[in-house]
């Protein structure tokens, strides 16, 4: 495979690990969560946060999707910044 295509399944994967617990929290549970400080496994692409926060979503000022949106895209941008060729 191509370089170029390598990188892609892996920015579409840590995409998904991030969208996919983050939503599911908001929908479930009604949780904002914090991803501040999140972090890649050691052995593998699992992610992990170090503590479990989040902010309940019905009293956030400016609504779920809105935090929602900026948590899990302020890590996929530094991750495409870092794959920057």
Do not use: F, K, N
Not at 54 to 79: I, N
């Amino acid at each position: 495979m191509e370089p170029r295509v390598d990188v892609s399944l892996a920015q579409l994967g840590h995409a998904a690990r991030l969208w996919s617990p983050a939503l599911t929290c908001v929908v479930l549970h009604g949780i904002v969560p914090d991803l501040e400080g999140l972090e890649r496994a050691d052995d593998g692409p699992a992610l992990r946060v170090p503590r479990p926060a989040g902010w309940y979503a019905d009293r956030l000022a400016d609504g779920p999707v809105s935090a929602l949106y900026a948590q899990v895209t302020g890590h996929l941008s530094a991750l495409a910044d870092g794959l920057r060729v």
